[in-house]
């Protein structure tokens, strides 16, 4: 599990340079109010998750009295071990640093990766509660309640179901299937409208299909025209491509020329660059060897330093002897304080034995104590300890049983005033003769749905109607249009009219119909009413019973308690008696009275072998002493003759290291001498080899043959830009042109494109006049701006239905969500919800369920259901704390957070803060949990060591505590 091990504050609310470190399992943080306690639970949070930003409604916790602003949480980590994270003031949610322990460090990012990318709000939502969450159940509905539980229970719902009803609502603003507002009905409305006009204006548009076929004729002729234009152009450009390359080719074949006079040139590859080079390395070498030969020299000089290497061996062998001075004085005077604790145990125990000589006190030192006598002390005591505890036993009991026989009485009283009403009992007692006549309405109306058949006579006479409206519009038959016309109209009245009078007379009937039904809903629920009252007094006074029974069988074993008490008393002080004991014995004494004698004989034992440890101590470090003074050659305190020795250890160490620092330089330079004279034979031989490979036989002759080499690759380069401008052409290298012809070729071809040119010119003129005489006939732009408006109107229909979509997918989603996270992850923490309930309510629930309504109910042992709003105040935080704790179980392996506790159950009373306490504890072993209180009745269930107290903590470190 996660852990919080220390919280370190540099400046945080009220709290300045405060350190506090935490355990596993449960810590109590206890404090009055205004102590402190919400400000450090504030800082575990904002430390983790980061400041809160001005849009954030969290309190910042920014000090008013320093400029320190944040602190370090230590870290437990299962996985990465310890870790460290500081937070200080910086952006918005404060600059955070991760220190990790093996070194790595980091930012936002690696935190989130060790909160197993939880945010605030999550870990609020399951790790982190208060009583501020639990006052408002009280006032809370049936679904509010049953809410809230499902909240606690499974993470994120409460925010899914706000998103998914804000989705609906958006999607339904957009469409309805049978609305008339919302935007997509409106837009759909508006284009079939559209639809209709565009559909008038084209019949206008039907006279110039003459004009249209002249046109398609002239388009025909000009792609010919088009066709003979384009291989011209193509010959054309490829007697310009001939012409362009016959300067080129003059070129190629000068160029190959002049190359032949530069073929035996030869030259290494970059070879001018290369002997430079190493040229210029072979310098440097040069150089750096003067200088190496002169620091030799120099360093030869220096060692001359020697160390008496018998001193330094005695004093590193005294210095690992460090850890054992500091133990031996360290262990000197815990004996000293463990003989000195001893001897205060010692008198401590004689006091409470009432044994304050010394005489005495050596007499019973040597005493023996046997083991029968204190077996039957404790046979007496046990009997005097079971009686009384029988007695409170039986007390209490009577006192739970007459508190529950007042709880009975009350639960009576509250069931007569929840009795039926004198309107409820009425509305049954009429409820039969009403019922007969909703069952007579109910079969005349399955009768005449029956009987209500279509008319197939008028639906024919519809069909033929509008078919003849159609074909006359078609054929332009004003007269089949007008006659399909009236026949359609007339039979869409008759229709209207026998509609009419088949309902009219059933309009009454309906309405007593409609009543009637609400009055069976409200007689239904008046019956499940009266069977819940029923089923709850019939439970109550069988409880009222038992407990009567109770009560007088707990009488009778309350006086037989008292009886067996006052015997085993006396039976005790008469055994007291007998052995003379001074004094009157407190009964919390007298089950340890032989084990306090024992226990002052086995402390003084222990108090003679510490006496001879300590003097085996002493010589120990005296001996080691005397070797310090013998190598130090001096007299030293005890407490600073280590601090003496480590200095002249030092100091030895660090005179050795440098003549051997000295030495090694020796070494290195030699190395560096050997491979700078290798270095500089090798740059010798590579720039011999370049001459040779040159042929030639020194360097000016070797500059010489590179400025050739040079003009040979010029020529080079522009014979290939030749060659590739002719490539480039398409031009093929084989084929041997004539100007002359080329030109006159070129000549012809340029006529014929100009005959061609004005056949085209004429065509374009024709059609010119026909597109004019088209236009005229289309000049009315009416249906274009109509066609126009209908695409725009159709794009902006389409994108609000994408729109639509969108959000109806996405809440969709989230009901499949909800509907997943209810049936699959809420079942599994039920099961670990049901065991906790029924720890904190004592067993008396058995369980939380979900109803088939999805309500939350609570069931008894006796298998009665009763509703959330039906418990008291506390059982409902039992409840909800039951869920909070489950899931947080349920998500152990995940997210083993710590518990962080706000006094959530300060309504609770005895008993049951005794259950939380218990489950608290179960928990703690696998979560930490960490539990604010101002309540000093929380103090008294847990160990000293687990309680901090955070006024006393500011006041050490001077902040007043209020």
């Known amino acids: 599990m996660l852990t919080i091990k220390k919280i370190q504050i540099y400046g945080f609310g009220k709290h300045e340079n405060l350190t506090i470190s935490l355990n596993e399992g449960v810590t109590i943080f206890y404090g009055l109010n205004e102590a402190g306690k919400t400000t450090i639970q504030q800082f575990i949070l904002q430390m983790l998750f980061g400041f809160p930003t001005r849009q954030q409604t969290q309190r910042k916790y920014e000090p008013k009295a320093s400029t320190k602003f944040g602190g370090q949480l230590t870290l437990l980590h299962p996985i990465h071990g310890q870790c460290i994270i500081e937070r200080v003031k910086g952006k918005a949610a404060g600059d955070v640093t991760v220190y990790l322990e093996d070194g790595t460090t980091g930012q936002d990012e690696l935190l989130a990766k060790l909160l197993y990318g939880y945010s605030r709000a999550s870990f609020e939502s399951i790790f982190s509660f208060s009583l501020h969450e639990l006052q408002g159940i009280e006032k809370m509905s049936e679904e509010e309640l049953t809410h809230l539980l499902l909240a606690s229970g499974t993470t994120g719902i409460q925010h899914l179901s706000?998103?998914?009803?804000?989705?609906?609502?958006?999607?339904?603003?957009?469409?309805?299937?049978?609305?008339?507002?919302?935007?997509?009905?409106?837009?759909?409305?508006?284009?079939?409208?559209?639809?209709?006009?565009?559909?008038?204006?084209?019949?206008?548009?039907?006279?110039?299909?003459?004009?249209?076929?002249?046109?398609?004729?002239?388009?025909?002729?000009?792609?010919?025209?088009?066709?003979?234009?384009?291989?011209?152009?193509?010959?054309?450009?490829?007697?310009?491509?001939?012409?362009?390359?016959l300067p080129l080719i003059k070129q190629q074949q000068t160029l190959q020329q002049t190359l032949v006079n530069?073929?035996?040139?030869?030259?290494?590859?970059?070879?001018?660059?290369?002997?430079?080079?190493?040229?210029?390395?072979?310098?440097?070498?040069?150089?750096?060897?003067?200088?190496?030969?002169?620091?030799?020299?120099?360093?030869?000089?220096?060692?001359?330093?020697?160390?008496?290497?018998?001193?330094?061996?005695?004093?590193?062998?005294?210095?690992?002897?460090?850890?054992?001075?500091?133990?031996?004085?360290?262990?000197?005077?815990?004996?000293?304080?463990?003989?000195?604790?001893?001897?205060?145990?010692?008198?401590?125990?004689?006091?409470?034995?009432?044994?304050?000589?010394?005489?005495?006190?050596?007499?019973?030192?040597?005493?023996?104590?046997?083991?029968?006598?204190e077996q039957q002390f404790q046979h007496q005591l046990k009997k005097l300890e079971d009686a009384e505890e029988e007695l409170k036993f039986h007390l209490r009991s009577l006192e739970q049983v007459h508190h529950e026989l007042d709880a009975i009485t009350q639960q009576k009283q509250r069931l007569k005033r929840e009795s039926l009403t004198k309107e409820e009992e009425h509305i049954l007692a009429q409820w039969p003769q009403q019922k007969r006549r909703l069952e007579q309405l109910r079969a005349a109306k399955s009768q005449r749905t029956k009987q209500k058949q279509p008319d197939i006579f008028f639906w024919m006479v519809l069909f033929i109607g509008l078919l003849s409206f159609a074909y006359g519009i078609f054929q332009k038959n004003v007269a089949v249009a007008v006659i399909g016309a009236v026949l359609t109209m007339l039979t869409i009245l008759l229709m209207r009219f026998v509609r009419q009078a088949t309902e009219t007379p059933n309009k009454e009937q309906s309405h007593l119909f409609r009543q009637l039904e609400q009055e069976e809903t409200t007689v239904q629920s008046i019956f499940l009413k009266k069977e819940r009252l029923e089923d709850r007094w019939l439970h109550v006074n069988e409880q009222q019973s038992e407990k009567e029974q109770q009560y007088t069988k707990l009488e009778y074993k309350i006086q037989q308690a008292e009886l067996e008490s006052e015997e085993a008393s006396q039976s005790l002080q008469h055994y007291l008696k007998r052995y003379r004991l001074q004094g009157t014995i407190a009964r919390t004494l007298m089950p340890e009275l032989f084990m306090r004698i024992r226990g002052v004989q086995e402390l003084a034992v222990k108090r003679k072998g510490n006496s001879s440890l300590l003097q085996e101590t002493q010589d120990e470090k005296k001996s080691l002493y005397e070797q310090l003074q013998q190598v130090l050659d001096g007299t030293f305190n005890e407490h600073e003759i280590y601090v003496y020795l480590r200095t002249a250890y030092l100091e030895a160490q660090q005179q050795q290291q440098?003549?051997?620092?000295?030495?090694?330089?020796?070494?290195?330079?030699?190395?560096?001498?050997?491979?700078?004279?290798?270095?500089?034979?090798?740059?010798?031989?590579?720039?011999?080899?370049?001459?040779?490979?040159?042929?030639?036989?020194?360097?000016?002759?070797?500059?010489?043959?590179?400025?050739?080499?040079?003009?040979?690759?010029?020529?080079?380069?522009?014979?290939?830009?030749?060659?590739?401008?002719?490539?480039?052409?398409?031009?093929?290298?084989?084929?041997h042109l004539i100007e002359d012809s080329v030109i006159e070729d070129m000549r012809v071809l340029e006529q014929e494109q100009d005959s061609l040119q004005l056949e085209i010119d004429r065509c374009l003129e024709q059609r010119a006049a026909l597109q004019i005489e088209k236009e005229q006939l289309l000049n009315d732009e009416k249906y274009g701006k109509l066609l126009q408006q209908f695409e725009q109107e159709k794009s902006e229909l389409q994108q609000l239905i994408e729109h639509w979509a969108t959000k109806k997918a996405v809440a969709t989603a989230i009901h499949e969500t909800l509907f997943r996270l209810r049936e699959e992850k809420l079942p599994h923490v039920l099961l670990k919800v049901n065991a906790i309930f029924r720890l904190l309510t004592g067993g008396r629930y058995d369980q939380l369920v979900i109803h088939d309504e999805g309500y939350f109910v609570a069931q008894d042992v006796a298998g009665f259901r009763y509703q959330m709003v039906e418990l008291s105040q506390a059982t409902k935080e039992q409840a909800y704390i039951a869920l909070r704790m489950a899931l947080a179980q349920t998500l152990t392996t995940s997210a083993p957070f710590p518990i962080i506790m706000d006094d959530p159950f300060v309504h609770f009373d005895r008993n049951r803060t005794d259950k939380m306490v218990q489950l608290m504890k179960e928990v703690g072993y696998e979560h930490q949990i960490l539990y604010f209180t101002c309540h000093d009745a929380m103090l008294k269930h847990w160990p000293k060591e687990k309680i901090i107290d955070v006024g006393a903590l500011a006041n050490e470190r001077g902040v007043a505590s209020t």
């Open 658 to 735: 440098r003549v051997q620092q000295t030495k090694d330089q020796l070494a290195d330079i030699e190395r560096n001498l050997q491979g700078g004279q290798t270095r500089m034979d090798r740059y010798t031989t590579e720039m011999t080899q370049l001459l040779n490979e040159a042929q030639v036989q020194n360097e000016q002759a070797y500059y010489e043959r590179y400025e050739q080499f040079e003009q040979q690759r010029k020529i080079t380069t522009e014979l290939q830009t030749v060659q590739a401008q002719l490539a480039s052409l398409n031009f093929p290298h084989d084929k």
């Open 262 to 373: 530069y073929q035996h040139v030869q030259f290494p590859p970059e070879g001018l660059r290369r002997y430079e080079q190493l040229k210029d390395r072979l310098l440097h070498e040069s150089q750096q060897l003067m200088q190496l030969k002169e620091q030799y020299q120099s360093l030869q000089n220096k060692v001359l330093a020697t160390v008496d290497e018998q001193t330094v061996n005695e004093m590193g062998r005294l210095m690992q002897k460090e850890a054992i001075w500091h133990q031996l004085t360290v262990k000197e005077q815990n004996l000293r304080d463990d003989l000195f604790m001893l001897e205060q145990e010692i008198d401590a125990q004689f006091r409470l034995l009432g044994v304050q000589e010394k005489e005495a006190q050596e007499i019973l030192l040597g005493e023996t104590v046997s083991l029968q006598q």
């Open 162 to 245: 706000a998103l998914e009803k804000k989705m609906d609502k958006e999607a339904n603003e957009l469409f309805k299937k049978t609305g008339k507002v919302p935007v997509i009905n409106q837009k759909i409305e508006q284009l079939k409208q559209l639809e209709r006009t565009i559909k008038l204006e084209q019949g206008k548009i039907q006279t110039f299909e003459d004009k249209l076929q002249q046109l398609q004729l002239l388009e025909q002729n000009l792609e010919n025209l088009y066709a003979i234009q384009k291989l011209q152009q193509q010959q054309w450009l490829q007697l310009t491509v001939q012409k362009q390359a």
